[in-house]
């Protein structure tokens, strides 16, 4: 993986058929899918559960492009082994999750993966202030994690601020909730780079009929682009 800030589009697979995991992959990323989202949830940190190492590990031959894992679990530190060996190319644990971020991302990074933080709606850009060198994504939430399809909350200011915060670091921007073509350019215009959906992108599709999952991820980019 090389560093760029080019828009690229993370279809999250939250919104796939759960039934169908390998060929939803092939199917997003066949429609031009820049990276695949795995969203992780434990019923704990997040009222919803989805699925664990062994699950992501079955993907992780589906994926050609980056496997972006987001954990929405905690504690994270016991299962940071697990989604190296599952085969995770980014592992984003929250900054809610525990009261040891910087040890978490150093542990993300000894384990061979790069290391994401993300931070909740009510969290602001200054708690990462002093993990920026130990990061290689900041994740933005637009929505209060553990569901897909939900409204998008205007995090702009925070954007903002962590733009001018990175500065020259080879950070990623990643912004994940209610994005789409009427949220992106917003977003972008402040300074992401990664733009993760999941309704936006599965909405009107199924593995049978994957052109719309296309125009869908076409829209969301040029929409983008501005
Ligand atoms: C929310 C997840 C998101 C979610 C986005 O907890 O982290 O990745 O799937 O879904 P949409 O794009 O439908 O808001
Ligand atoms: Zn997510």
Same mark, same amino acid.
């Given at each position: 993986m090389t560093?760029?800030?080019?828009?690229?589009?993370?279809?999250?697979?939250?919104?796939?058929?759960f039934?169908d995991?390998?060929r939803e992959?092939?199917?997003?990323?066949?429609?031009?899918a820049?990276?695949?989202h795995v969203?992780?949830?434990?019923?704990?940190?997040?009222?919803?559960?989805?699925?664990g190492?062994?699950?992501v590990k079955?993907?992780?031959?589906?994926?050609?492009t980056v496997?972006d +894992?987001?954990?929405?679990? $905690? /504690?994270?530190d016991? %299962?940071i082994? @697990?989604?190296?060996d599952a085969?995770?190319?980014?592992?984003?644990?929250?900054?809610?999750?525990?009261?040891h971020?910087?040890r978490?991302?150093q542990?993300?990074?000894a384990?061979?993966?790069?290391a994401?933080?993300a931070l909740n709606?009510?969290?602001p850009?200054?708690?990462?202030?002093?993990v920026l060198d130990?990061?290689?994504l900041v994740?933005?939430?637009t929505?209060?994690?553990g569901?897909?399809?939900?409204?998008?909350?205007?995090m702009?200011?925070?954007i903002?601020r962590?733009?001018?915060m990175i500065?020259?670091r080879?950070?990623h921007i990643?912004i994940?909730g209610g +994005?789409?073509?009427?949220? $992106? /350019?917003l977003?972008? %215009?402040?300074? @992401?780079d990664v733009?993760v959906?999941?309704?936006?992108?599965?909405?009107g599709?199924s593995?049978a009929?994957?052109?719309p999952?296309g125009?869908?991820i076409?829209a969301?980019?040029?929409?983008?682009?501005?």
């Amino acid at each position: 993986m090389t560093f760029d800030r080019s828009v690229k589009i993370a279809p999250s697979i939250l919104s796939a058929d759960f039934a169908d995991f390998g060929r939803e992959i092939q199917a997003i990323e066949a429609q031009g899918a820049d990276w695949v989202h795995v969203d992780v949830m434990d019923n704990h940190f997040v009222p919803n559960l989805t699925f664990g190492p062994p699950a992501v590990k079955a993907f992780r031959p589906h994926v050609k492009t980056v496997m972006d +894992v987001h954990l929405m679990i $905690a /504690p994270v530190d016991p %299962s940071i082994e @697990a989604y190296a060996d599952a085969g995770a190319d980014i592992l984003t644990a929250h900054v809610e999750a525990g009261p040891h971020i910087h040890r978490t991302l150093q542990a993300i990074r000894a384990a061979g993966m790069k290391a994401g933080v993300a931070l909740n709606p009510g969290t602001p850009a200054e708690a990462v202030s002093h993990v920026l060198d130990l990061a290689d994504l900041v994740c933005v939430m637009t929505v209060n994690p553990g569901f897909g399809g939900q409204k998008f909350v205007d995090m702009t200011a925070k954007i903002r601020r962590l733009r001018e915060m990175i500065g020259d670091r080879p950070v990623h921007i990643e912004i994940d909730g209610g +994005v789409d073509p009427t949220t $992106a /350019p917003l977003v972008v %215009s402040a300074g @992401a780079d990664v733009l993760v959906a999941g309704s936006a992108v599965f909405r009107g599709g199924s593995v049978a009929d994957p052109a719309p999952y296309g125009a869908n991820i076409a829209a969301i980019r040029a929409a983008a682009r501005g």
